[in-house]
């Protein structure tokens, strides 16, 4: 007994020690938790009151958001990219950079403090083209590539450590045109795409219904057009977003003009695109109404796509064959608003969140990960003229 006694305090004190290193090894995760921030920063037009570029915390457990930040800048600063490193956000400007300036749009930088998540101006460019709707940041950020609509121009500006924006480093002009003449009567870029692996940009041209290829160079921010330098999309549909598909084996687009989508299948070799299916239809059937798509994603793991439309004012939803990546349309989901121009999906594969235009809110939708549907949460959130969504954890 006496021999047994040691050996038993032995055990107990292991079992002690093991409770209270899980103990120590729980309560550290769970500050981490309660200590991240998830901030959703708000691209605007300058309408309505609108005063800038808007940062709110979100709060996951409760589903709301607080006012973080108003930033006051150039006009109406739509679009938004974050970099890859989280240090620094970039906006495309409807205003000038510099009066001087004969282009009518800007690219804007600003620093995110790595605490608060609140942003300060760091320096402004020229867009070097009119009316700019889209910028994509590259995988290393090293470059940002700006979609200038108006002018149908895509323009490449190096990004420097600082996250200051540089000169152009290359720069494209497109020409041509498409069948629908009041919407195609010359080029209109609207979006690019950077490849995962950073070797290809994709460039989707409403204006003349093509999508560039180019081989990026990372080294230089130069581009050069791939084996396959380009993609017909059925005449009159205009391409305008892409996204793509976890696996990197499926590209998609959504067709603004006929609101539609295009499903590629990807050569990650050369980056050339087969299509698996194109024009694919959003719209219930019973809709006759004029409509207009606007935003495209894909959830986390790969099994549902959503494309907002503006005009049924909805959110379409489909599933995706994990083989051939071909849609099967489920079905929509009333956004709650006037002309969702753009939405988020929420990193984590929880939450979707709508930008209404022309309503002035942002809905919430839980995503139910077993059917793909949508169920509205919480209140809408109040911004003037909402444009473009980014979320960002620090």
């Not at 041509?176 to 979006?191: A, E, L």
């Not at 809709?287 to 207009?292: D, G, L, M, R, V």
């Not at 984590?348 to 139910?368: H, L, P, Q, W």
Request: glycine share 8%; charged share 20%.
């Amino acid at each position: 007994m006496k021999r047994l006694i040691p050996a038993l305090l032995s055990l107990l004190l292991f079992f002690t020690a093991s409770a209270q290193q899980r103990s120590t090894q729980q309560k550290s995760t769970q500050q981490k938790t309660q200590q991240s921030k998830e901030i959703m920063y708000v691209g605007t037009y300058s309408v309505r009151g609108s005063q800038g570029i808007y940062a709110f915390t979100f709060d996951r457990a409760k589903r709301t958001f607080k006012p973080l930040q108003t930033v006051p800048g150039l006009e109406s600063p739509n679009f938004l990219a974050i970099h890859p490193n989280h240090k620094f956000l970039y906006s495309v400007n409807s205003g000038k950079a510099d009066v001087n300036d004969s282009e009518k749009g800007s690219v804007s930088a600003y620093g995110i403090d790595p605490k608060t998540g609140r942003l300060s101006g760091l320096n402004n460019r020229s867009s070097y083209g009119d009316g700019p709707c889209h910028i994509t940041v590259d995988k290393n950020g090293q470059f940002v590539f700006i979609s200038n609509y108006s002018q149908g121009n895509l323009i490449v500006l190096p990004l420097f450590d600082d996250g200051l924006l540089g000169t152009p480093s290359d720069a494209k002009r497109y020409v041509g045109t498409s069948v629908n003449v009041k919407r195609q009567d010359g080029p209109h870029v609207h979006s690019t795409m950077i490849s995962p692996d950073n070797k290809f940009l994709y460039v989707a041209d409403l204006g003349t219904d093509k999508i560039y290829i180019y081989n990026f160079d990372e080294t230089n921010g130069t581009l050069q057009p791939a084996s396959t330098p380009e993609v017909n999309v059925t005449p009159g549909a205009g391409p305008r977003h892409m996204t793509w598909h976890p696996n990197g084996k499926f590209a998609y687009v959504v067709e603004e003009l006929t609101s539609t989508v295009g499903v590629y299948a990807v050569d990650k070799t050369t980056g050339a695109w087969t299509v698996v299916e194109d024009t694919v239809r959003s719209l219930p059937v019973t809709f006759k109404e004029q409509n207009t798509s606007a935003d495209i994603h894909v959830d986390p793991k790969g099994k549902f796509l959503y494309m907002s439309n503006r005009g049924l004012n909805a959110l379409s939803i489909f599933s995706i064959s994990p083989t051939t990546g071909k849609l099967t349309f489920i079905g929509t989901q009333d956004v709650g608003g006037k002309t969702p121009r753009n939405f988020m999906m929420d990193p984590k594969g929880e939450f979707i969140f709508v930008a209404n235009m022309d309503s002035d809110t942002i809905v919430t939708y839980r995503i139910n990960p077993k059917t793909g549907k949508l169920t509205v949460v919480g209140k809408p959130l109040k911004v003037p003229s909402p444009v473009c969504l980014k979320m960002l954890t620090l």
